[in-house]
T-cell receptor
Framework: QSALTQPPSVSGSPGQSVTISCTGT?????????VSWYQQPPGTAPKLMIF???NRPSGVPDRFSGSKSGNTASLTISGLQAEDEADYYC??????????FGGGTKLTVL | QVQLVESGGGVVQPGRSLRLSCVAS????????LHWVRQTPGKGPEWVAA????????YYADSVKGRFTISRDNSKSTVYLQMNSLRAEDTAIYYC??????????????WGQGTLATVSS
């Protein structure tokens, strides 16, 4: 199972919006609405930010939103804040009853 | 609150074995599937294995199939990962994580703090 494809890095200034893409195949992202997004500051476990494509767990700001089109999912962060700087990973359930993660995107707040 | 505490990591030679444990608390253990996910510093997480709430179904990544075995003891609220025939590329932080459903196809919200397994001669 190949990893999902994410851009290595994105950046934005405070207050701006950024979008991180996550491209898979018809065997994972394109087949299920079971795409999650995680935020991971250095040295900590991943924190769930979005589940099932576009749902936010309680406590996650509504500045974070998710969507999907075909084999590509996206995470959009609006009104960027310095505290949003971290690594972000997507994951998807697959037709093999396994999970696959993306390679990660480093978000830099300028 | 939900807590997952891993243990059992350490340094082991290639070809040897290691067993990881994860003790859970703060929720009804027997109602949830569980996962092991590993991560090498600087890289994305890699899903390793999952087990259903009752142990009836188990799934593995191709990279560990035939070498690793996931199991659980609901009476002890503990999930295990038996890792045999270890290779250098198995070196990683291993996280225990809870599925939001009974099986292993829902989303993962809760993670442990991780335990480091290093395979080196």
């Amino acid at each position: 199972q190949s990893a999902l494809t994410q851009p290595p890095s994105v950046s934005g200034s405070p207050g701006q919006s950024v979008t991180i893409s996550c491209t898979g195949t018809s065997s994972d992202v394109g087949n299920y609405d079971r795409v999650s997004w995680y935020q991971q500051p250095p040295g900590t476990a991943p924190k769930l930010m979005i589940f099932e494509v576009s749902n936010r767990p309680s406590g996650v700001p509504d500045r974070f939103s998710g969507s999907k089109s075909g084999n590509t999912a996206s995470l959009t962060i609006s009104g960027l804040q310095a505290e949003d700087e971290a690594d972000y990973y997507c994951s998807s359930y697959t037709t093999s009853y396994t999970w696959v993660f993306g390679g990660g995107t480093k978000l830099t707040v300028l | 609150q939900v807590q997952l505490v891993e243990s059992g990591g350490g340094v082991v030679q290639p070809g040897r074995s290691l067993r990881l444990s994860c003790v859970a608390s703060g929720f009804t253990f027997s109602n949830h599937g569980l996962h092991w996910v590993r991560q090498t510093p600087g890289k994305g997480p890699e899903w390793v294995a999952a087990i259903w709430y009752d142990g009836s179904n188990k799934y593995y990544a191709d990279s560990v199939k035939g070498r690793f075995t996931i199991s659980r003891d609901n009476s002890k609220s503990t999930v295990y990962l038996q890792m045999n025939s270890l290779r250098a590329e198995d070196t990683a932080i291993y996280y225990c994580a809870r599925d939001s459903g009974y099986g292993s196809g829902s989303y993962i919200k809760y993670w442990g703090q991780g335990t480091l397994a290093t395979v080196s001669s």
